[in-house]
């Protein structure tokens, strides 16, 4: 698996934007999916996971509502539709993939082991 995480840029308070993680490789059909965040100063943290399938997603607490973890393994791309974005969300955004099993959501950081190049999302207040 290659992943690389495009779709960042700058926008204001309250904008929107879609991130997308491409597979130039194998399929990301058999990986859980994952979406992490790093802030200037702070710890790589976990956003949102999805299942092999994208049936079951899981989220971080201060994104949900807000954002929308989705994929399309025909493309081997996982999308993060971003909406209501707050300057705390200004940092650099990784996807990342791990084996798992059918219908399983990972949203522990140590457990991916293929990571993506980051993109940078800025939000101006």
């Known amino acids: 698996v290659q992943l690389q995480a495009s779709g960042g840029g700058l926008v204001q308070t309250g904008g929107s934007l879609r991130l997308s993680c491409a597979d130039s490789g194998r399929t990301i059909a058999a990986y859980v999916m994952g979406w992490f965040r790093q802030a200037p100063g702070k710890e790589r943290e976990f956003v949102a996971t999805?299942?092999?399938?994208?049936?079951?997603?899981d989220y971080a607490d201060f994104v949900k509502g807000r954002f929308i973890i989705s994929r399309d393994n025909a493309k081997n791309t996982v999308y993060l539709q971003m909406n209501s974005l707050k300057p705390e969300d200004t940092a650099v955004y990784y996807c990342?993939?791990?084996?798992?099993?059918?219908?399983?959501?990972?949203?522990?950081?140590?457990?991916?082991?293929?990571w993506g190049r980051g993109t940078q999302v800025t939000v101006s207040s």
């Open positions: 990342a993939a791990t084996v798992g099993v059918t219908g399983q959501t990972i949203n522990s950081i140590d457990r991916y082991d293929v």
């Open positions: 999805i299942s092999r399938g994208g049936t079951v997603r």
